[in-house]
Every structure is written in structure tokens, then in C-alpha cells.
């Protein structure tokens, strides 16, 4: 594949597939063909298009009509047909995520994930990579559309009920650091492989800084269900932005972040740095807009974005690449950016880390029609993309 783009690399290059369809190397053009090519090698000219893993989305909470905190293991072939339906949404990978409910309802949800992933995974479809788990230890001030009546108090104890013998699977916790005066809970929570996420919060600077010193290293969903930026205060999210090897996810909607503080934000955060893209997707992601069951209440999808009856923003309905091409229509950072945020970045805030000098590093050994190809019109402004071989 020639004349191909990959964020990170000023120069066009050429992508090398083996005859098992395998990236094996990846080169500037200006070495690829300092000899005439075999007759029988196949090119294709990308045409000055990027190429990119497939996204990965930390933070999803249903699809096609299924929330992931109801599922039973009645709902195991749904849960397979959602992982399906993501890996045709460009999503190679995510965390079911879990919101605030009962412990029963928890652990009901954790095992049905746990015996769906001892199924044989399906080729051309989403690999769950473990559970979010948001809640249910949130300070009732910033619980958002979370039940009050399933909060639980930050300890370990809390903790240990709730994860009990499925623990194994919760790769993500959001929790609000400043319930945990004893500062014990992050602590055991990263013992156990849980990457801990500050959200639903209202921490001070300093309460963020000492979760982040105790071992947290993602937060949750910027902005939203937290203090905002004050000059005299900056709050969690302040104090994760100049924090060394701290993530912070957002939604790039249009509706929970405008685009003017995005734009902010990821400078202040520079973009992939310390910043990715989530979904936030509800269950009605994939059913088009309408009014939906949510536990015992209902919400309402208008234009993609869902709202209780009160007017609580609930979450949204578009998938997570509708937030790239978002980021660059808006104008707020550039393609390479925007597509980082969406594919590198969340894979680089659950651990995978490489070096810069080495970008071409995770697509080596890659089955290329797991790629992404992304194409931007001539105006300058519309992002699309497609699975690499869908027309090659």
C-alpha cells in the first residue's frame, strides 16, 4: 500500500502486507521502490490517506437496545450481536461499562461477561477488554443520572462485596477520591489490577493530586460531573492536566463539552498526551432516536444526545469515530490528532506505551483489514473512514 499517512509520520510512506495479509514493514515512499516491484505485487495508492488501528472505546454503556448493567446471561447472543455491531463502527475493542445499580445486578452483569468471553471470539468483531465500572461509590452532589438509592460509601468493605469473585474483570473503576478520607481504597484497588478513574467527584486539587500520588491514572469523562476549572481552584481536572502519565477521557458530542472548551482542553492537555476520546453511548446506540427504558426510568434521544425526564443529560447514541470526524469538522485539532485520540491514546491509558520515535510499532504483525482508512474531502472539514480492505 503506497502513499499511505500515519499520525505521528510527516511522510507519506508505503505499508508492506504478506500474502497472510500481515503488516511486516512500513517505509518513507522515497525507499520503497528503489528497485522496480515484483510483476505479481499488488499496490494499492492510498492516495494520501491516513491509516489507523481500530478505535477503542473505555467508556460504552450499551448498544442496539441492550444497557450492559442489565445483562443476564439470557443476553448472550445480544451481547455478541453488539460486539459485531461496534467492530463495524470502526471499534476494534472496549469496556462494557457498568453504572450505578445494585450489587446483585453487578455481579449478574460481570458474570455474563465472564462466560461470553470464554466463547470463541468471532472474527470481524469488538473484543471486550474487561469492564468499566462507574460507581457505585460517587458523591451523591455530582451522580449525574446515576440512582441515588444504589450509591455506596468508598471502602473497602464496599469494595470487596461488590467485586466478591468477579473482580477479575473490572479493568476500570471511577470512583470520587474524596469519600476515602483514609486513602486506602486506591491503593488496593491498583493491587488488584483495577486502573482507578476519578469521576462523579467533587475533589480539590489537592484531594486529586493525593489519588493520583496513591495510584489513580484516568479520569473520567472531563468536565462533566465534576467542578470546572476555576482560577483560584482548579479543581480535579486541573490537577490531572499537569499530571505525568494521568489520562482524561471526554465526549466530543457537542453537547457535554462545547466545542470552544474542547479546544481548551486539548491544549491544555496536548491531545493525545494526556487526553482520549469515549463514546459514552447509551443503549439505544445504533436505534436512532426516541424514548427508551433506563432501569426504572426513561430517557429521551433527541438528535443523538439523551435526556431523563427532568432534563438530566443522561449520555448520547453516536459511536465513538463519530467524535473524530466531530473534532476535525469543528476545527479544534488536526486529523492525525483527532484520529489518535480515538485509536492510540485509549490504548496508551489502559498501559500499552511505545516509544515515539517508534509509531509504526503497533501496526507491525496487524491483519490489515483490521486498519482503518480515513479520507478527508476536499473542503477540508469532512473525516471519513472505512475498514482498510472494505473496497481494496
Known amino acids: 500500500m503506497t502513499h499511505a499517512r500515519l499520525p505521528g509520520h510527516p511522510d507519506l510512506l508505503c505499508v508492506w502486507v504478506d500474502p497472510q495479509g500481515l503488516v511486516r514493514s512500513i517505509q518513507p515512499m522515497a525507499q520503497a521502490f528503489k528497485q522496480p516491484p515484483p510483476e505479481r505485487l499488488q499496490v494499492v495508492n492510498l492516495q494520501g490517506d491516513w491509516l489507523s488501528l481500530g478505535g477503542v472505546d473505555l467508556q460504552i454503556n450499551g448498544a442496539l437496545g441492550l444497557s450492559f448493567t442489565d445483562l443476564t446471561l439470557n443476553h448472550l447472543g445480544k451481547l455478541g450481536e453488539i460486539c459485531q455491531f461496534l467492530w463495524q463502527q470502526g471499534v476494534d475493542a472496549f469496556l462494557p461499562t457498568l453504572v450505578t445499580t445494585s450489587p446483585q445486578q453487578i455481579q449478574q452483569a460481570l458474570a455474563t461477561i465472564h462466560r461470553y468471553d470464554q466463547q470463541i471470539h468471532r472474527v470481524g468483531s469488538a473484543k471486550i477488554l474487561g469492564v468499566h465500572l462507574e460507581g457505585p461509590c460517587l458523591n451523591p452532589s455530582k451522580r449525574g443520572a446515576h440512582p441515588q ?5 468508598l471502602t473497602l468493605a464496599t469494595l470487596k462485596t461488590l467485586l466478591a469473585d468477579q473482580g477479575q474483570w473490572v479493568k476500570v473503576m471511577t470512583l470520587a477520591p474524596e469519600l476515602d478520607p483514609t486513602g486506602e481504597v486506591i491503593p488496593y484497588l491498583c493491587q488488584q489490577g483495577i486502573a482507578v478513574s476519578l469521576g462523579h467527584s467533587q475533589a480539590t486539587a489537592a484531594q486529586a493530586q493525593a489519588a493520583f500520588r496513591q ?16 482560577h483560584r481552584e482548579p479543581g480535579l481536572l486541573g490537577a490531572a492536566l499537569l499530571e505525568p502519565g494521568v489520562f482524561a477521557g471526554f465526549i466530543a458530542d457537542g453537547q457535554h463539552v462545547s466545542p470552544l472548551m474542547l479546544q481548551i482542553l486539548l491544549r491544555a492537555g496536548n491531545y493525545s498526551e494526556h487526553l482520549f476520546l469515549v463514546s459514552d453511548a447509551l443503549a439505544p446506540l445504533g436505534l436512532g432516536d426516541g424514548t427508551y427504558p433506563w432501569d426504572d426510568r426513561h430517557m429521551t434521544v433527541d438528535q443523538g444526545t439523551a435526556r431523563l425526564a427532568d432534563g438530566t443529560l443522561a449520555g ?3 459511536p465513538l469515530l463519530t467524535g473524530v470526524s466531530n473534532l476535525v469538522r469543528w476545527g479544534v485539532c488536526s486529523v492525525e490528532e483527532a484520529i489518535a485520540l480515538a485509536t492510540t491514546a485509549p490504548r496508551q491509558a489502559l498501559g500499552d506505551r511505545w516509544e515515539a520515535s517508534r509509531r509504526d510499532r503497533p501496526f507491525m504483525g496487524r491483519a490489515a483489514n483490521q486498519l482503518l482508512r480515513w479520507s478527508l474531502d476536499r473542503d477540508g472539514h469532512t473525516l471519513t473512514w472505512q475498514r482498510l480492505l472494505a473496497n481494496t
Open 149 to 153: 438509592q444504589y450509591l455506596q460509601p
Open 215 to 230: 495510584g489513580a491514572t484516568l479520569v473520567t469523562h472531563a468536565f462533566n460531573a465534576m467542578p470546572p476549572l476555576h
Open 316 to 318: 448520547t447514541t453516536e
